[in-house]
């Protein structure tokens, strides 16, 4: 089992910075990957970025948030980050953190319990 709380969302202008955090407890050993996903009122849930534990921490970013966020972990306090910089009102929604796992062969899939991101001035 991996427990994942987020936090750091919060009310924020356009423009503006937040860094959410992820918190992974648990079997860590077995996380291949940490993902940040979003979904906003209405819509889908979309996936956002990735961090991979393997292959040295590659990163992946969704087009709609490249070069503006940033996955990042801290592996000593078992965190996860999501730097986001010039935020838009279309980046209003809740954020989840997401781990993918591997266990004795059999494939996991964990969710935080989300924290709210909203980008209005």
């Known amino acids: 089992q991996v427990h994942l709380v987020e936090s750091g969302g919060g009310l924020v202008q356009p423009g503006g910075s937040l860094r959410l955090s992820c918190a992974a407890s648990?079997?860590?050993?077995?996380?291949?990957?940490i993902n940040w996903y979003r979904q906003a009122p209405g819509k889908e849930r979309e996936w956002v970025a990735v961090?991979?534990?393997?292959?040295?921490?590659?990163?992946k970013y969704a087009d709609s948030v490249n070069g503006r966020f940033t996955i990042s972990r801290d592996n000593a306090k078992n965190m996860v980050y999501l730097q986001m910089s010039n935020l838009k009102p279309d980046d209003t929604a809740v954020y989840y953190c997401n781990a993918d796992a591997i266990d004795h062969g059999l494939g996991y899939d964990y969710w935080g319990q989300g924290t709210q991101v909203t980008v209005s001035s």
């Open positions: 648990g079997s860590i050993y077995s996380i291949n990957a």
């Open positions: 961090l991979i534990n393997s292959g040295g921490g590659l990163t």
